[in-house]
């Protein structure tokens, strides 16, 4: 009989990290695994997995393949806490024989600590440097505080899908440490599914005739990091091409702050179902990405532009660290400031640059689901 996976998502679905953790739990479950399933602020009705039952899902629902156990926590320090010490009492109570958490910060910290004590096996996804892209210098101090090599030697196993965070995993442990790559479900991120609705979401967006730029975005400290270059940018874009229109998808705690910004030409669509995005995708003509030379920024692996490649549609813009490395010959490249990028957009519209080398093959190939698959479960047969 297999063992019991607890695995635990810190964030809720304004972050993209519930895409890869969803992922994940269903192939666990498919595998035979029993699966108890944390996410914060979970809702039954945008969980898209195929192995979803009507109903909410609670830890003593038996007829479910998994159990949910949603932890309620809003953007501040004493909800997190407060959420924090809920974990903790799961951790240290439910019948379980491997830990499986998202991220390292401090929020997991806490849980790899009280997992060990309990004598259980760790297995930590480690996604990006959490200390890197916070708000505040307390709370970036406490994010490395986190991430210090005691905290990780806990751990059994250390997933990411980034070569320079499993860089620095490696030297601060000799416990196994796997790429495991995004995951895109590739079938799913085509753009030759989405011709048909692509064009009724044309007509009820009024956006026929437009030259679409789209800009997926998490509206929290992190993900906006750099949306002011791209506002920036679009200043100058709109001044030369007034026809160019600025799509931005995507929510978050934040999101009001940059709504005030909209404009003729830039249209905020909020929070969308991830299953929606690629028809979203589908109406651009390209996708737009901007990453600033930051710790933070080098060590992710940006996951829209993934998608954007898997449709395919073309991609402008910046990239840094382990992003750059992966898919740097497959972006229409401008340097590192708003100018350059309004320029290289404004040129590659009127020059019509769009061939690419084949991103979707390439996309398929490296970061489909079906490779994230193989490569976790072979991660997962190093647990000893």
Not at 191 to 207: A, F, P, T
Not at 278 to 304: C, H, I, Q, W
């Given at each position: 009989?297999?063992?019991?996976?607890?695995?635990?998502?810190?964030?809720?679905?304004?972050?993209?990290?519930?895409?890869?953790?969803?992922?994940?739990?269903?192939?666990?479950?498919?595998?035979?695994?029993?699966?108890?399933?944390?996410?914060?602020?979970?809702?039954?009705?945008?969980?898209?997995?195929?192995?979803?039952?009507?109903?909410?899902?609670?830890?003593?629902?038996?007829?479910?393949?998994?159990?949910?156990?949603?932890?309620?926590?809003?953007?501040?320090?004493?909800?997190?806490?407060?959420?924090?010490?809920?974990?903790?009492?799961?951790?240290?109570?439910?019948?379980?024989?491997?830990?499986?958490?998202?991220?390292?910060?401090?929020?997991?910290?806490?849980?790899?600590?009280?997992?060990?004590?309990?004598?259980?096996?760790?297995?930590?996804?480690?996604?990006?440097?959490?200390?890197?892209?916070?708000?505040?210098?307390?709370?970036?101090?406490?994010?490395?505080?986190?991430?210090?090599?005691?905290?990780?030697?806990?751990?059994?196993?250390?997933?990411?899908?980034?070569?320079?965070?499993?860089?620095?995993?490696?030297?601060?442990?000799?416990?196994?440490?796997?790429?495991?790559?995004?995951?895109?479900?590739?079938?799913?991120?085509?753009?030759?599914?989405?011709?048909?609705?692509?064009?009724?979401?044309?007509?009820?967006?009024?956006?026929?005739?437009?030259?679409?730029?789209?800009?997926?975005?998490?509206?929290?400290?992190?993900?906006?990091?750099?949306?002011?270059?791209?506002?920036?940018?679009?200043?100058?874009?709109?001044?030369?091409?007034?026809?160019?229109?600025?799509?931005?998808?995507?929510?978050?705690?934040?999101?009001?702050?940059?709504?005030?910004?909209?404009?003729?030409?830039?249209?905020?669509?909020?929070?969308?179902?991830?299953?929606?995005?690629?028809?979203?995708?589908?109406?651009?003509?390209?996708?737009?990405?901007?990453?600033?030379?930051?710790?933070?920024?080098?060590?992710?692996?940006?996951?829209?532009?993934?998608?954007?490649?898997?449709?395919?549609?073309?991609?402008?813009?910046?990239?840094?660290?382990?992003t750059q490395k992966a898919v740097e010959k497959y972006i229409i490249e401008s340097s590192s400031t708003s100018i350059s990028l309004a320029k290289t957009i404004v040129q590659t519209i009127k020059k019509q640059i769009k061939k690419r080398p084949d991103s979707r093959k390439y996309i398929i190939d490296n970061f489909g689901v079906e490779v994230m698959e193989k490569q976790f479960l072979k991660a997962l047969g190093k647990l000893t």
């Open positions: 009989m297999k063992p019991t996976i607890f695995e635990i998502n810190t964030f809720d679905t304004t972050y993209a990290a519930y895409i890869r953790s969803r992922k994940m739990r269903d192939l666990l479950v498919n595998e035979g695994y029993r699966v108890i399933y944390s996410e914060a602020n979970y809702q039954v009705e945008n969980d898209s997995s195929r192995l979803r039952r009507n109903g909410t899902r609670t830890i003593n629902t038996k007829n479910y393949p998994f159990a949910v156990l949603n932890i309620t926590q809003s953007d501040g320090m004493v909800s997190f806490a407060l959420a924090t010490v809920k974990r903790l009492f799961y951790v240290s109570t439910l019948k379980y024989e491997i830990l499986f958490l998202h991220q390292l910060s401090i929020l997991t910290a806490p849980l790899i600590l009280a997992a060990k004590i309990k004598g259980k096996k760790i297995v930590l996804d480690w996604d990006d440097l959490a200390s890197a892209v916070q708000s505040s210098p307390w709370r970036s101090l406490l994010g490395r505080l986190a991430e210090n090599p005691f905290v990780v030697r806990q751990t059994d196993l250390i997933l990411s899908h980034n070569s320079l965070i499993i860089a620095e995993a490696k030297k601060m442990t000799k416990s196994p440490v796997e790429y495991i790559t995004q995951g895109i479900n590739t079938e799913h991120f085509n753009i030759k599914k989405y011709q048909k609705q692509s064009m009724v979401l044309k007509n009820k967006l009024n956006i026929v005739g437009k030259n679409v730029l789209i800009y997926a975005v998490s509206f929290n400290t992190g993900g906006v990091a750099d949306l002011d270059i791209i506002l920036a940018a679009m200043k100058i874009v709109v001044r030369e091409n007034p026809n160019i229109l600025l799509i931005i998808l995507g929510g978050g705690p934040l999101l009001g702050k940059y709504q005030i910004k909209e404009s003729p030409n830039i249209q905020f669509l909020g929070q969308v179902d991830h299953d929606k995005v690629p028809e979203y995708l589908s109406l651009a003509d390209y996708g737009l990405v901007f990453m600033r030379d930051s710790t933070g920024n080098r060590m992710k692996m940006s996951l829209k532009t993934l998608e954007y490649l898997s449709m395919p549609i073309p991609v402008i813009g910046h990239l840094v660290g382990g």
